[in-house]
């Protein structure tokens, strides 16, 4: 597929996704979003694809919705839309529950790991695409904002429920409201983001971290945890262990665990199927 603000690469087991309108600090379009929807069903359907990481072209992630969008809806009043209620439907998704099925909240949904590797600014729209990935790795020179409450808007797509899961009930009120710039380190230290790596090796780094993923764990059983931790924020514990039982009985017959024991034991590296 031709992608118009997206550019995606595949490599090594990993699918590098990254949003390409660098002189607007890769503002959120429609297009973009349609475009990271088709990208994120590819990825996760493909066999060659272990590990997604989505990034910013430039020096920015994403700095939100384009303003030009923005400002045609202040002057009409509305989005004249009804294209964002619309639930996302991933193929070969995890069919986690429609919480996750959302214009923002489905990357939860592909059935690999996501990481977002936060190069630049990310606010607003931007901070909240960045929390739905499975990791978020930041550069030292990465920015957040919520920017909402500078804007007249409100929490939106999710983010009043996510950021606290992440970051605690007084961070995310302070961040929501405040609406103030925090810089890598502080992201860090609230948990927003999982590492800080030095901007001139920043995509290395990360890209590492990926590689090392995508060659060394099983395929199968990072899709299963995926699905499993995502469907326990909506179950309490003795159903988590009730479904944690059940897989675990069905990976004792696939032939990923039985080429885990094996590299183990013939100290190799592994050559997981995904099976």
Not at 232 to 248: C, P, S, V, Y
Request: proline letters at 4%; a negative charge.
């Amino acid at each position: 597929m031709a992608y118009e603000e997206i550019l995606m690469d595949v490599g090594d087991g990993i699918a590098t996704i990254t949003m390409n309108r660098p002189e607007k600090l890769n503002a959120w379009t429609g297009t973009m979003a349609e475009e990271i929807q088709a990208a994120m069903t590819d990825a996760g359907q493909r066999a060659d694809v272990r590990v997604v990481i989505l990034t910013g072209a430039g020096r920015g992630f994403c700095a939100g919705a384009d303003m030009d969008s923005l400002s045609g809806i202040s002057d009409s009043g509305s989005s004249g839309s009804n294209q964002s209620l619309r639930p996302v439907e991933i193929e070969e998704g995890l069919n986690l529950p429609m919480d996750f099925r959302q214009r923002v909240s489905y990357f939860p949904q592909v059935p690999k790991p996501v990481i977002a590797a936060i190069n630049g600014p990310a606010a607003g729209l931007g901070l909240v695409m960045s929390l739905y990935a499975d990791m978020r790795f930041a550069s030292e020179n990465a920015k957040f904002m919520t920017a909402f409450a500078k804007r007249g808007l409100i929490a939106e797509h999710g983010i009043s429920w996510m950021l606290p899961e992440l970051v605690g009930l007084s961070n995310a009120l302070d961040l929501l409201m405040s609406s103030r710039l925090i810089d890598a380190e502080e992201a860090l230290h609230m948990g927003l983001v999982n590492k800080v790596f030095p901007a001139d090796s920043f995509m290395d780094d990360v890209k590492a971290y990926a590689e090392e993923m995508a060659r060394f764990v099983s395929p199968r059983s990072t899709k299963v945890m995926k699905r499993q931790v995502y469907n326990a924020l909506f179950q309490n514990l003795a159903e988590a262990i009730g479904t944690g039982n059940e897989e675990m009985v069905r990976s004792f017959t696939t032939e990923d665990f039985k080429e885990g024991v094996a590299h183990f034991v013939e100290k190799r590296h592994p050559k997981f199927t995904g099976h």
